[in-house]
């Protein structure tokens, strides 16, 4: 498997397969069992209950024991971005009388915390290298990094005794590779990269990732405290024409930062259509009214500042587009390229007026709630909070899906960002391997396609009869 990643992100890649986490999350944002199960709540939901999975083994083939899982479960309360459910965590207790099981005491109800738990993966105490995933680690360089099937895998042995992960530094070198069958399939073919004109030898599969690209707005300044305004800009952009020019047709429109196929994601929300007219009211309504432009810049109602990431094809595109669709509209919009990590600085600081960045989903409420919450969110906006909180101490069913609606409101009458796309991202194989078919009953809308990496122990080749 060929990768275009920078360096040492293809060990990340790899690790994935090394390591399974305490629990996983369906496509629809469910947790899912993996390596413990969740035996049951106590009546006040202050304790959950875990139990592990029967006779899991380390790759070195020693039993897991409670006490490891415990172990990882701490170190992940000790991150600096731990998500607030673990830090409510006020206890983790063992019983000798059940050794496969631990109890996690907690000091309120945390609806999240199977899903927050679900990030953590687990890792032997005394070795990282050593995990209880599908694969373990072989032989290493500086650019090819071997997996061995583990033949005690939990879930089933899988099918391909070995896989090596190349990193070839840029996804079009890996797509060469995987055109001259030097390699048997390219991790990731982005919507800037490769032409996917594709020969009969190999097969696309496409689908939406799980984050949003969004110029986020700092509501703490002067013009856009004002949702009006915000509402205006929202307005502006045709985000169909961006994705079509600015992303070669790989993306869905966003409408919001929840995941579109939450299972709780409602549909009959407001959405904002590309309408000129209605944004030019609102700023008008707003006070906003065409000045002359100072230290040679254009006319206009507003000038804003927006740092994007710099050397990088989709962003730069997509902020021209941008740009350009807001100078309709009278707003100069000043496009500031930085380092990536700059930006990411920038925005955790609040020292920004508007930055265009990516923001990950998780397929989760809970990182909803980590990036718009005004305890976690730096420019203090907090026109979300109530109904976060709400979504953070339930989990009935019908209370999530009624939250979730007037969340999704919320967002788009006060909305703390413009949401611009989901991007479309392909995985690519060799005709030579067979991957399974989709889960049936999985629910999808639209094109959502799939990730086919996560069964990547079920592959195997295709001329084989079993």
């Known amino acids: 498997m060929g990768a275009g990643l920078t360096s040492g992100a293809h060990g990340r890649l790899a690790g994935t397969f090394v390591a399974d986490g305490l629990f996983g999350l369906a496509w629809d944002g469910r947790p899912v069992d993996r390596v413990v199960i969740a035996s049951g709540w106590s009546e006040d939901r202050r304790e959950l209950k875990l139990k592990l999975r029967p006779n899991l083994l380390w790759h070195d083939g020693t039993p897991v024991e409670a006490a490891q899982v415990k172990q990882t479960i701490a170190s992940a309360i000790k991150e600096q971005l731990a ?10 207790a ?38 209880t995933g599908p694969y373990k680690y072989g032989q290493q360089t500086d650019d090819t990094i071997q997996l061995l099937a583990f033949e005690h895998y939990y879930r089933g042995r899988p099918k391909l005794q070995q896989i090596n992960i190349k990193n070839f ?15 048997d399939a390219v991790h990731e073919i982005a919507s800037t990269g490769a032409d996917l004109s594709l020969p009969d030898t190999v097969r696309s599969y496409p689908f939406i990732r799980p984050y949003y690209i969004q110029l986020a707005f700092n509501t703490q300044h002067p013009v856009l405290r004002n949702p009006v305004v915000r509402q205006a800009l929202s307005y502006s952009v045709d985000r169909q024409k961006i994705i079509d020019e600015g992303m070669n047709k790989q993306g869905m429109v966003a409408e ?8 709780a994601y409602s549909t009959a929300q407001k959405t904002y259509t590309h309408n000129t007219e209605a944004a030019t009211l609102r700023l008008e309504s707003a006070g906003l009214k065409i000045k ?8 206009s109602r507003l000038h804003l500042r927006c740092y994007a990431p710099d050397k990088n ?13 807001l100078y309709e509209i009278g707003v100069d919009l000043e496009i500031v390229p930085l380092p990536g990590d700059e930006v990411g600085r920038r925005l955790d600081s609040g020292d920004f007026e508007t930055v265009l960045i990516p923001r990950t989903t998780g397929r989760s409420l809970s990182w909803t709630y980590s990036t718009y919450h005004s305890s976690a ?23 999530i899906r009624a939250a979730v609606s007037d969340l999704q409101q919320i967002f788009h009458d006060d909305p703390p960002a413009l949401f611009i796309a989901w991007p479309k991202t392909a995985r690519v194989v060799r005709s030579a ?11 999808r809308r639209g094109e959502a396609g799939r990730d086919v990496l996560s069964s990547l122990w079920q592959w195997d080749r295709a001329d084989v009869r079993r």
Request: hydrophobic residues 35%; aromatic residues 6%.
């Open 83 to 92: 998500p607030a459910s673990l830090k409510s965590i006020t206890d983790i």
């Open 94 to 131: 063992l019983n000798p009388a059940e050794p496969d099981a631990l109890t996690i005491k907690l000091s309120r109800p945390e609806a999240f915390l199977i899903v927050d738990l679900s990030t953590s993966t687990l890792r032997h105490p005394k070795d990282d290298k050593i995990g």
């Open 433 to 443: 391997f067979s991957v399974p078919p989709e889960e049936s009953g999985t629910p």
């Open 256 to 263: 919001g930062p929840i995941w579109p196929y939450h299972w």
């Open 377 to 399: 969110n730096p420019s203090r906006y907090s026109s979300a909070d109530q109904v976060l909180d709400r979504l953070r101490q339930t989990d009935n069913e019908n209370e």
């Open 169 to 183: 530094g840029q996804p079009r070198a890996a797509w060469s590779a995987l055109l001259a069958e030097e390699i």
């Open 313 to 325: 094809v989709l962003y730069e595109k997509v902020a021209m587009l941008l740009q350009k669709q």
């Open 292 to 299: 002359p432009g100072k230290a040679g810049r254009m006319p």
